[in-house]
Nanobody, 124 residues
Framework: QLQLVESGGGLVQPGGSLRLSCAAS????????IGWFRQAPGKEREGVSC????????NYADSVKGRFTISRDNAKNTAYLQMNSLKPEDTAVYYC?????????????????WGKGTLVTVSS
């Protein structure tokens, strides 16, 4: 079964940190760009970050630059999103997705595989 599974979400206080993981099974992530997306209650899904298949190129939404770091370990078939200095406005369901794109391009309308999401709640 081809799937992505996110983990690592939870409740954290403002200013805290979480690390999300995105594990693939049934296929290898080696040739896929990986994107993290999020959807807050009542809002549209938005792109958070994207990493190229090699890990050598990344991009970030302006709202998370300097606070979030995307990475991947192809040997473990897993990608990560380190989230620091979390704010209440970061509260959302976070999804990872894989797409067969070059560079740090992750168009949400054209990703091949999606996880079911993990909830991140930032609140005191």
């Amino acid at each position: 079964q081809l799937q992505l599974v996110e983990s690592g979400g939870g409740l954290v206080q403002p200013g805290g940190s979480l690390r999300l993981s995105c594990a693939a099974s049934g296929f290898t992530l080696d040739y896929y760009a990986i994107g993290w997306f999020r959807q807050a209650p009542g809002k549209e899904r938005e792109g958070v970050s994207c990493i190229s298949s090699s890990g050598g190129s990344t991009n970030y939404a302006d709202s998370v630059k300097g606070r979030f770091t995307i990475s991947r370990d192809n040997a473990k078939n897993t990608a990560y999103l380190q989230m620091n200095s979390l704010k209440p406005e970061d509260t959302a369901v976070y999804y990872c997705a894989a797409g067969p794109f070059q560079g740090n391009v992750c168009p949400d309308y054209d990703m091949d595989y999606w996880g079911k999401g993990t909830l991140v709640t930032v609140s005191s």
